[in-house]
């Protein structure tokens, strides 16, 4: 907190990310004030989850080619300034529901430059020592946003309806534009792109960044284990809706099993971040991995409550000891000059990992049950963990 610098990013990121959370509910909220296609009346909802999302999965890489070219404040600042105008856009434009999904497209393309060109500018804003810390501070925080975003996202609204027929939009809108000034305040300094390179070769950058992470296995390892980890993470949000019913939840009260994992991440990245160093020597990474494949195991026997929210609590900190490490690790080791690369590229990875689970878990869960799959999670993610684990090993002693 005593870096200025980062003190600005990580508010720029927390207005941001409640901003994102906040506008996917207006969008939701929005629904019913506008005429559906012809033909997809019943499917409105879910082809404005497919407009949010396609953009994840298609320009997370390019976008990080982007974030290696131009000033980081620009493209940080720059994208919540476009979000909050297409945000304020939204009143005075026709209610037709085509321009509602090319609105929720272009946000969502915008996002994508946002989140690999935050992850480039920890590192020259903090120094190496510190860098576990501020990573602690902003998983914390993008956790609490998650969390707490969509929980707060109906009540923002409502009591910004109270001000008028626009208050919504100028609420979500303002939030973007407030973020776009503060993150324009912060001083960063890097190093200037030669005019010859600030020419964009999307294919030829995509191929360089696919090279360095073949080059650089213990970037490449940290980005698998982290894309492993949200695969979790996604396929939980489908079996909560299952596993609640066996605690003595409704299914529409998924969502606390869910918080509770989110609470242990925090409390996990909160220990990190203060005593982060004592734990240097440690394989966080394995402990993490079977912290994750115990708690997995154990909900196939447990129909309390208190016991069931307690092992979400200790999966989410096991979840901690390796999202923290491993990002970590990937600010560390990745140059100045090809981290928009690699974190573009770490957030396409990510956005399919957390998109195929959603599809696959629930029609498996039907096919073999859901303490078979949950048996099978468990099972592969200890495998993951050690086989990580092992091959981080080997990849140190060679570069020894």
Known sequence: MKNRAFLVLWTGQVLSQIADKVFFVLLITLLVDYKPLPGFENSMRSLLMIAVTIPAILFGSAAGIF?????????????????????????????????????????????????PAEQAAIPLLVEREGLMTANALFTTTMLGSLIIGFAVGEPLLSFANLAGNFGQEIMVGGLYILAAVILWLMPIKEKAVADHLVAVHPWHDFKAGLRYLQKNRLVSNAMLQLTILYSVFAALTVLAINLVEDIGLKPNQFGILLAAAGIGMVLGAGVLGHWGDRF???????????????????????????????????????????????????????????????????????????????????????????????LSMSILVSMVGIWAWQNTRRVLQDVI
């Open 67 to 115: 974030v290696d070219r131009f000033p980081k404040r620009q493209i940080l600042s720059g994208g919540n300034l476009f979000r909050g105008l297409l945000t304020l856009a939204i009143p005075v434009l026709p209610k037709a529901f085509v321009l509602l999904l090319l609105i929720a497209f272009l946000e969502s393309v915008l996002t994508q430059f946002f989140a």
């Open 280 to 374: 240097h020597h440690k394989p966080l990474p394995l402990i993490g991995f079977l912290c994750m494949a115990f708690a997995l195991s154990m909900f196939t026997f447990t129909t309390n409550l208190w016991v069931g929210l307690g092992l979400s609590a200790f999966l989410g900190i096991g979840a901690s000891l390796i999202g923290v490490p491993m990002q970590t690790l990937i600010q560390q080791q990745t140059p100045e000059s090809m981290r928009g690369k690699v974190f573009g590229f770490q957030n396409n990875v990510v956005n399919i990992a957390l998109s195929l689970p959603l599809a696959i878990a629930g029609p498996l869960t039907d096919a073999i049950g859901l303490r078979a799959v949950l």
